[in-house]
């Protein structure tokens, strides 16, 4: 091969690389702007949907502010996170938090309670148990002998004697995993809830 033609590819390949690095820097842009563009709209959306859940469960609210500067939960297999306190017209009435565990599987829920401790309502966000037992925990078809849907079954119960199925919840007939792992989240979030309330005199 000639001088003339080493040169020339090697010309060739810088140019190819200076190409490449272009499209790049091209694409790196184009993904920076529609990220700046979209984002704002994605946590609009999230938003929305977590409002919509925290008002499914505690519906006198008018208003959930978001706090960090609560207790997490001792036990490592549950997790309590999103702590919302539940006003209207300006004071707390009270607060939701979503609790995440073990189930038979894997079960996420939003719980709320009054500043007395009185339970508003509690929902599922993600239940992934056994088709046909366990899943009746989120079944809204499912009516239980006392004539309420599972997780109905807990609005109005009073956290402050806990949850221990069977005694002062019924559980499912044959998802029996299920309705105690349930009881094991409701615990803690409600135990979360109420030592907030305790700590920043909301009783």
């Known amino acids: ?27 790196c842009t184009v993904l920076a702007i529609v990220n700046n ?20 469960v505690f519906a006198e609210a008018d208003e959930f502010e978001k706090k960090d500067d609560f207790s997490r939960s001792e036990d490592k297999t549950i997790t309590v996170s999103d702590f919302y306190l539940a006003k ?8 939701v938090v979503q609790v995440s565990g073990p189930t038979y599987e894997k079960g996420k829920i939003i719980i709320s309670l009054d500043t007395n401790g009185v339970v508003k309502g509690m929902q599922f966000l993600e239940l992934s148990d056994s088709p ?31 949850f221990v199925a069977n005694e002062n919840y019924d ?28 700590e920043h005199d909301y009783e």
Do not use: H, R, W
Request: glycine content about 12%; hydrophobic content about 40%.
């Open 1 to 27: 091969m000639s001088s003339e033609n080493k040169d020339n590819s090697l010309l060739e390949m810088i140019k190819l690389g200076l190409i490449l690095v272009c499209y790049a820097v091209a694409s």
């Open 37 to 56: 563009l979209t984002s704002p709209k994605i946590i609009q959306n999230q938003l929305v949907k977590a409002n919509l859940a925290m008002k499914a």
């Open 88 to 95: 209207k017209d300006g004071s707390v009435v009270g607060g």
């Open 132 to 162: 046909g037992f366990g899943l009746k925990a989120n079944d809204s078809t499912y009516i239980m002998k006392n004539g309420k849907t599972f997780y109905g079954q807990f609005a109005g119960k009073d956290a402050n004697n806990g």
């Open 171 to 198: 559980a499912i007939s044959g998802a029996t995993i299920t309705s105690v792992a349930v009881g094991k989240l409701l615990n803690e979030g409600t135990k979360t809830l109420l030592m907030y309330f305790k």
